[in-house]
Structures are given as C-alpha cells and as structure tokens.
T-cell receptor
Framework: GAGVSQSPRYKVAKRGQDVALRCDPI?????LFWYQQALGQGPEFLTY????????KSGLPSDRFFAERPEGSVSTLKIQRTQQEDSAVYLC?????????????FGPGTRLTVT | AQKVTQAQTEISVVEKEDVTLDCVYE???????LFWYKQPPSGELVFLIR??????QNEISGRYSWNFQKSTSSFNFTITASQVVDSAVYFC?????????????FGKGTLLTVNP
C-alpha cells in the first residue's frame, strides 16, 4: 500500500519567504509526527498530532514554525520568514495507533534550503 | 531527559566482514522502547527493530542481530557478512512507554560504508 508521502521533495526559499510543507500520512493512521534533520545529524522532534489535536509542539524552534492537521489526515508545516538556520530535511512520520509500541513510518522528507 | 549516543560517526568495512554499530542511551524512565532505523541515500528512514525495555533477550533476523544490555544501557546492532546494499546511515532511537507523547529521540547516526 501507499506509504507516507511528502511534498515538495525539495524547496529552495530566499531568506524571509514563507514556506509550506505537506505530509500525507498512511490512510487511517492516528498519530502524526514532524521531525527536523540537520545535515549530518539525527532527526529531532518538532511536533505531534493525535488525529486533529496537536498534543505536543515543544520541539518547534520558534514562533515562526506552525503546524496543523485540521481534518486529522493531511498535515502542513509552515515556516514564516525563513532563516538560513531553517535549512534542513523535514521528515513526517505516522503511526497506526497512539500507543508507544507502534512503530512510526517515515516519509521521504522535504529538503529545505534557505538562501 | 532522554539521550542517545552513537559514538561511531563513520565505519568502513569490506564486503562480507561483520560490523557492530554501538548505541548507548540515557533515560530516567523504568520502561521504554529502543529502535534501530536505516536511512539509505534516498533519505527515507526504514524501521528495523523495536525492543521493549522489559525484554533483554537478544534478537536475530537474518544477517542482523541486536544485543540489548540494560545493565550498561546499550543496544548494539551487528550485521553479519555485510553487503554493499547495507551501506547507509543507521540511527538508534529511544521512546518513552508512558505519557501521551511518543516522540522518538535519535542518536546522531553512524554512516556505514561497505566496499566491494
């Protein structure tokens, strides 16, 4: 079946521009996560949704970052007034249940480059 | 706070060699889950294994094996008879088993290169 998809796969933005990154989770998956992966580093947690509820946004680095999942399926991560330090791969993951024993399935990521 | 350390930044081996990737973790939780993920050049993280902190039994899956030792807070990953297709970045990760947030805490990864 279809896995997690993300679009665009690559995004180049000029500093100060706003960007929107999309995540389509596996159909029926309750939980959705966003992670940020800087070059040569491991993914770092940004935010977590259970259905449409954003239960944790403690990893968002600043108030320029905003995420939503209005209908409990597709999610969008928005970054306002992008800065060079925002350059990274943004990974989305979904999980079939809300329990900790269910593995997260990752999408291919969106590589954001801010120039 | 939770932390995962993968001390080996890069490892290079010749095909058919065995290789072990180290993972050491820190957590105050008494119950937790440990994971290994593979990230090939395409970028997508591929789930390899999940281990519950209650279960210290080692696991083998084909050429892959995992050694979980709670006493030393380690969860090492061994590839036997490595192949070129094993070349990738491997991440160890930790997750709480309680609470309502199941976010993963990752190590920085180990880049494995298997040369023919």
């Amino acid at each position: 079946g279809a896995g997690v998809s993300q679009s665009p796969r690559y995004k180049v933005a000029k500093r100060g521009q706003d960007v929107a990154l999309r995540c389509d989770p596996i159909s029926g998956h309750v939980s959705l996560f966003w992670y940020q992966q800087a070059l040569g580093q491991g993914p770092e947690f940004l935010t977590y949704f259970q259905n449409e509820a954003q239960l944790d946004k403690s990893g968002l680095p600043s108030d320029r970052f905003f995420a939503e999942r209005p209908e409990g399926s597709v999610s969008t991560l928005k970054i306002q007034r992008t800065q060079q330090e925002d350059s990274a791969v943004y990974l989305c993951a979904s999980s079939t249940h809300q329990g900790p024993s269910y593995e997260q399935y990752f999408g291919p990521g969106t590589r954001l480059t801010v120039t | 706070a939770q932390k995962v350390t993968q001390a080996q930044t890069e490892i290079s081996v010749v095909e058919k060699e065995d290789v072990t990737l180290d993972c050491v973790y820190e957590t105050r939780d008494t119950t937790y889950y440990l994971f290994w993920y593979k990230q090939p050049p395409s970028g997508e993280l591929v789930f390899l294994i999940r281990r519950n902190s209650f279960d210290e039994q080692n696991e083998i899956s084909g050429r892959y094996s995992w050694n979980f030792q709670k006493s030393t807070s380690s969860f090492n990953f061994t590839i036997t008879a490595s192949q070129v297709v094993d070349s990738a970045v491997y991440f160890c990760a930790l997750r709480r088993s309680g609470g309502s947030n199941y976010k993963l805490t990752f190590g920085k990864g180990t880049l494995l290169t298997v040369n023919p």
